[in-house]
């Protein structure tokens, strides 16, 4: 497992003003898009390219294309719906499917309640968005599953992340070809598995309580 923590002015800027309890859910939402983009210039480092000859108003050169099978752009449900625009606006190219997950508050396990995904991903490079990475429950089940359905690579793309959370991914994934791309580490969970200092329910702050 690869970890990328972003490590830019602009980004850490645009998390705090993210972070505060007075950043009311049009910024928030804003924001969140925002920081996406940014984060997706790195976490698309490796996406898969052909190369292609085009003519210019001057001479033939060769640039590249988006390879096929064209990368898969996976939001969690619900927080990760709002770091989709952010997504597609730089893979405009992409595929879109979802999961919908939920995280018992209790137990901190993940519960899956909607998937809609192609049912073949052989050869595929999954993009999976959810802005927390608390326990990392909810992204080690939502990542094995895009595994086991066949995905050669995966890279997350998370705001905020925990120490605990990346242990468990680590640990959980035995080897596979997953990249995890940070807005910040955070320095631990608290006794709720909320992240510490983080943002609170990013869900919530998004959309409102449900
Ligand atoms: C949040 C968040 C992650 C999960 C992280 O979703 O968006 O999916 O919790 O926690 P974990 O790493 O401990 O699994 P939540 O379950 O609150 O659902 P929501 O997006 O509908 O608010
Ligand atoms: N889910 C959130 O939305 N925030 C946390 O801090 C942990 C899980």
């Known amino acids: 497992m690869r970890v990328h923590v972003a490590d830019h002015p602009l980004i ?81 190219t992409a595929e879109v499917g979802f999961l919908g997950m939920v995280r018992n508050e209790e137990t901190l396990e993940p519960t899956t309640y909607a998937e809609r995904l192609p049912e073949d991903l052989s050869n595929r490079q999954c993009f999976v968005l959810d802005p927390m990475l608390a326990t990392g429950g909810s992204l080690l089940a939502a990542v094995n599953y895009l595994f086991e359905r066949g995905a050669q690579d995966v890279t997350a793309i998370c705001l905020l992340g925990t120490p605990e959370g990346l242990e468990a991914i680590d640990q959980g994934t035995d ?25 609170g329910d990013a869900g919530d702050r998004l959309y409102g309580t449900v």
């Open 12 to 92: 850490t800027h645009k998390l705090t003003v993210l972070r505060d309890e007075n950043t009311a859910s049009p910024t928030f939402r804003a924001l969140t898009e925002e920081l996406v983009t940014l984060l997706a210039y790195e976490a698309t480092r490796n996406v898969r390219t052909v190369p292609m000859t085009i003519q210019t108003p001057v001479a033939e050169t060769t640039g590249v294309a988006i390879a096929d099978p064209r990368p898969l752009v996976v939001p969690i449900l619900r927080a990760g719906l709002g770091m989709l625009e952010g997504m597609t606006k730089l893979v405009p």
């Open 175 to 199: 080897g596979r070809d997953l990249t995890i791309v940070l807005g910040a580490l955070d320095e631990r969970l608290d006794e709720h598995g909320y992240i510490v200092p983080g943002l």
